[in-house]
């Protein structure tokens, strides 16, 4: 691992400290976000408010905007590390071909 950087190697160091994850602890994950919107959302509907339901909307466009831009930043150094690590490990000066094409091309008709 000294050919990574701190940052990838930052990276790897939380993805190995915490165990996989499940379906279960990933649907609490973003349950946090989405019930409390979504109950606003059904108190604005329920009352007729445009803009509780609008709020609701807003906040969830909020939350997965920031999810999917943490997940982008962090995946940048992630796959840089994991490709130094691979090649490190074959001597290759390129990355392995992807399963499908070593599998020997994917689907057959």
Same mark, same amino acid.
């Given at each position: 691992m000294e050919q990574l950087t701190p940052e990838e190697r930052s990276t790897i160091l939380r993805y190995l400290a915490r165990p996989p994850r499940g379906r279960?602890?990933?649907?609490? /994950?973003?349950? &946090?976000? *989405? @019930?409390?919107?979504?109950?606003?959302?059904? =108190?604005?509907?329920?009352? +007729?408010?445009?803009?509780?339901?609008?709020? /609701?909307?807003? &906040?969830? *466009? @909020?939350?997965?905007?920031?999810?999917?831009? =943490?997940?982008?930043?962090? +995946?940048?150094?992630f796959y840089s590390a994991i490709k130094k690590l691979v090649e490190h490990a074959s001597g290759a000066s390129e990355p392995p071909p992807a399963p499908e094409a070593a599998a020997g091309g994917g689907h057959s008709v």
């Open positions: 279960f602890d990933y649907f609490f /994950a973003f349950a &946090v976000y *989405l @019930i409390p919107s979504f109950l606003f959302a059904l =108190y604005g509907v329920w009352r +007729s408010d445009f803009v509780a339901v609008a709020v /609701a909307y807003l &906040v969830l *466009l @909020i939350a997965i905007v920031y999810i999917i831009g =943490y997940q982008t930043r962090s +995946s940048r150094p």
